[in-house]
């Protein structure tokens, strides 16, 4: 087995870990030590995030939205997104949107070769074209990801 190959594996199992340790999080959330100030509790979650270096939640957006970790507070689309459908990571291109004509086998064959994906990809102030192998969309609005039930798209943590 390759080095990447093995690398990739564990990113892979390390994002299931921590999905499960989200999960259980949600059940049992810690609670704020200061409600007495906005600022004080907006200090509290954001260090919880970037501690944990993930998006929760996970948001897309337009080529004017803001890239990073996200938060409730801090809305950011994650720039660090991977599928965890065809376990490849989620690309995106500014001011560009997919045509109508894209489809499954495109992707499949194309990514991530900018060159050959631009040939279905129509140029649009404001919007952001993302993809993986199996799925992609184009956003012009900051959206939620969890809204999106067909994508199956995670934040693999930002770098430090």
């Known amino acids: 087995m390759s080095t990447k190959h093995g690398n990739e594996e564990e990113d892979l199992d390390e994002i299931i870990k921590d999905i499960i340790d989200e999960n259980n999080f949600a059940k049992n959330p810690a609670k704020c030590i200061s409600k007495s100030s906005s600022l004080a509790a907006e200090t509290n979650i954001t260090s919880i995030h970037a501690h944990g270096k993930r ?75 993302y993809a993986c192998q199996c799925c992609w969309r184009s956003i012009d609005e900051l959206t939620d990801l969890s809204m999106d039930r067909q994508l199956r798209w995670v934040c693999s943590k930002h770098a430090k």
């Open 55 to 129: 998006c929760c939640p996970v948001y897309l957006g337009g080529s004017t939205a803001p890239c990073g970790i996200g938060t409730n507070i801090s809305q950011r689309t994650c720039d660090r997104l991977r599928c965890t459908a065809c376990d490849f990571h989620v690309l995106h291109h500014d001011d560009y949107q997919w045509d109508k004509s894209c489809d499954y086998l495109f992707f499949r064959n194309n990514m991530p070769e900018f060159s050959k994906l631009r040939t279905k990809m129509v140029k649009k102030k404001g919007t952001r074209a």
